[in-house]
Nanobody
Framework: QVQLVESGGRLVQAGGSLRLSCAAS????????MCWVRQGPGKEREFVAA????????YYADSVKGRFTISRDNAKNTVYLQMDSLRPEDTAVYYC????????????????????WGQGTQVTVSS
C-alpha cells in the first residue's frame, strides 16, 4: 500500500521557521514529481511548490517564493519543505502529493495531476 506521511507541522510565531517532511512508503517515488499543497481555513487548496525527480528543478507559487524551499532525498524516499519568514497567512494544512508518471519534462500544477496524497500536517502561524 502506498503511503505518504507528512510531519513537522506545529504552532510557530510569525517570522519563524519550520521544516516539513513527507515520507513515502509502498513504492519508490525517486522518478516522480512531488509537490506540496496547502489549504487554509475557509480556502481552496493552493499549490505551494513542486520538485522534479532529480531535485534539480523546482517550482514555487509567488506567495512563497524566496521564503520556502522544497528539496528531496531520493535515498530516503522523502521530500521536505523548509519554510522561513513565516506569516500568519501561511496558516494551513500542508499536504504532499506525488505523480505516478516518471521523469516528467514539464511542470504539472493542477491537483488532479497528482495521484498519491498524504493526510496533511497542520501549520499555524501566530501574529
Amino acid at each position: 500500500q502506498v503511503q505518504l506521511v507528512e510531519s513537522g507541522g506545529r504552532l510557530v510565531q510569525a517570522g519563524g521557521s519550520l521544516r516539513l517532511s513527507c515520507a513515502a512508503s509502498g513504492r519508490t517515488f525517486s522518478s516522480a514529481t512531488m509537490c506540496w499543497v496547502r489549504q487554509g481555513p475557509g480556502k481552496e487548496r493552493e499549490f505551494v511548490a513542486a520538485i522534479r525527480y532529480s531535485g534539480g528543478s523546482t517550482y514555487y507559487a509567488d506567495s512563497v517564493k524566496g521564503r520556502f524551499t522544497i528539496s528531496r532525498d531520493n535515498a530516503k524516499n522523502t521530500v521536505y519543505l523548509q519554510m522561513d519568514s513565516l506569516r500568519p497567512e501561511d496558516t494551513a494544512v500542508y499536504y504532499c502529493a506525488a505523480r505516478t508518471q516518471p521523469y516528467d519534462s514539464f511542470w504539472y500544477l493542477h491537483l488532479n495531476d497528482y495521484r498519491y496524497w498524504g493526510q496533511g500536517t497542520q501549520v499555524t502561524v501566530s501574529s
